[in-house]
């Protein structure tokens, strides 16, 4: 079992969270975050057309889940995984991303640790990644598998156009 405190801002103030460990990052569940809490510049990277901060949030909000890693002192979230489910037996793990100021802190490893914690009561919990990224995965206990895939790169920017 993965020993982390989630932030849950029902019993705390917006000014004074719990924080997990000493550090200055704490991880909470998306929808229990203070309303001071903002995405921060940085995510992804690389991606042609990405989307913007208000589909960011949008993905975060509409997800059956959603993990991220705010950093205390700036109250900017920094890193974040997402969680689309049934609910009863699979869930699929979109996106995981940490800005690149922040990477190389185990914050990825956390998320995805809290991320299959939380869904630990499901039969599959699949993602796909990039072959180079596998390592990662399988040192947090999954297994490589084969996928398929679709893309429609002219909605990667999830605008509602």
Known sequence: ?????I???KNSTPHSPPIEGTGSIYYALFHKLPQ???IAD???EGWPNPP?????RRILAESYMSVVAVDRERHLIV?????VSDGVLSAYIPLLEVIPAYRHQGIGTKLVKIALEKTSHLYMVDLCCDAELMPFYEK???SGS???IRRNYDRQNASLE
């Open 52 to 56: 913007d901060k208000c589909a960011h």
């Open 42 to 44: 940085g995510f992804f």
């Open 1 to 5: 079992m993965v020993n982390v405190n």
């Open 36 to 38: 001071d809490v903002s």
């Open 140 to 142: 947090l206990g999954m």
């Open 7 to 9: 932030h849950d801002t």
């Open 146 to 148: 084969n996928a398929m």
């Open 79 to 83: 890193g974040f995984l997402n969680v």
